[in-house]
């Protein structure tokens, strides 16, 4: 997900983009690619006269298929020839069946009938399909974190203790406690995001989406749409300040070590920080 974020935040130069975010729904890039994807299945049902065709597709386009020049003829041609089989084959089902009522009949015949008719229906038994039911998870096994005001894009479970991290649209990180007791609720830590201006801090207002635990449980590493990477301890407390890039930062990792820090950002660089030497 990472990484085809950050492809695709290149290509499309989003860091030169005016657009507000904030005013962007969730998941609007997959609904207008399944909406792309509805289009080319429709052109693969339609006929050129505009009448439905009969041997339409039942299984979905894939995303490759659906960018090729010749998937609609291609494919209009394979279910047209699939439907002159099915034809065919009825066809001579059809005259199969007659010529048998012509034939004599006899007791044993409908008894072989009978028995024949008994078999696929049990074939047809033993092929069906089967479905697993819907399952409900009852409220008490289940646990809703509240309080970011934006949508989260990342979670990240801290490695030694009952801490989870997540980041938000919100410009905030946050940290949950969940090693307390369920009746009294989860306690969260908020992280927030501000930039230096005028000599003070403000909310830089740019979506958190990326984070990582050390290895040892004790620092949350998070990258922003700022361009700043930050380090957190795992009390709240901001511990350093990155920032070297000149673009959002997609994604970060710590080494098995805990001293370094690899990020990679819109700007086509990737960085490895060493934080022991800040």
Known sequence: FSHSAFTFGIESHISQSNINGALV??????SIIQKGLQYVEAEVSINEDGTLFDGRPIESLSLIDAVMPDVVQTRQQAYRDKLAQQQAAAAAAAAAATNQQGSAKNGENTANGEENGAHTIA???TDMMEVDGDV???PNKAVVLRGHESEVFICAWNPVSDLLASGSGDSTARIWNLSENS????TQLVLRHCIREGGQDVPS???VTSLDWNSEGTLLATGSYDGFARIWTKDGNLASTLGQH???IFALKWNKKGNFILSAGVDKVKRIFNFCKG
């Not at 729904?25 to 997959?30: Q, R, S």
């Not at 009746?183 to 989860?186: L, V």
Request: proline share 18%.
């Open 136 to 138: 409900e998870i009852p």
């Open 25 to 30: 729904p969730p998941a609007a890039l997959i």
């Open 205 to 207: 207002n740019k979506d």
């Open 246 to 248: 000149k673009g959002p």
């Open 183 to 186: 009746t009294s609720g989860s």
């Open 123 to 125: 074939n047809n038994h």
